[in-house]
């Protein structure tokens, strides 16, 4: 697991629960996505609210049957590998914003099954 640690990217992807890609949501492509690239991890962060492109707020609304909320797809790794997964993800992505910055990940570890 030391090969996770150390000086890598963030990329922030920000969407809404309503974005779908080929009948799915994408959400759950960027997801699966992910997985088949190899990334480390990848997590799905739904937003209470949040103002987009459009200017228009989305938020939570109990009388709002259809609630278009904001989701971000966090996700970190290797620069490189960042980058060739936004490439292959752009024609995913129609609206929407991707964000990248520096992280310094101090901890990754995972417990064996046996361990639990």
Same mark, same amino acid.
């Given at each position: 697991?030391?090969?996770?640690?150390?000086?890598?990217?963030? $990329?922030?992807?920000?969407v809404d629960n /309503?974005?779908?890609? +080929?009948g799915e949501p994408l959400?759950?492509?960027l997801l699966q996505k992910a997985k088949e690239s190899?990334?480390?991890?990848?997590t799905v962060l739904k937003a209470v609210a949040g103002m987009g492109i459009h200017t228009q707020v989305h938020?939570?609304? $109990?009388? /709002?049957l259809a609630q278009k909320l904001p989701l971000i797809v966090e996700i970190i790794d290797d620069e490189d590998k960042i980058i060739k997964f936004i490439d292959e993800c752009n024609d995913m992505?129609? +609206?929407?914003?991707? /964000?990248?910055s520096d992280v310094d990940v101090l901890r990754y570890k995972k417990i064996s099954r046996g361990d639990i």
């Open positions: 697991m030391k090969r996770y640690l150390g000086k890598k990217k963030l $990329i922030r992807i920000y /309503t974005d779908s890609y +080929e959400w759950q492509k190899g990334l480390a991890g990848a938020s939570s609304d $109990i009388w /709002t992505i129609g +609206e929407g914003m991707v /964000t990248m």
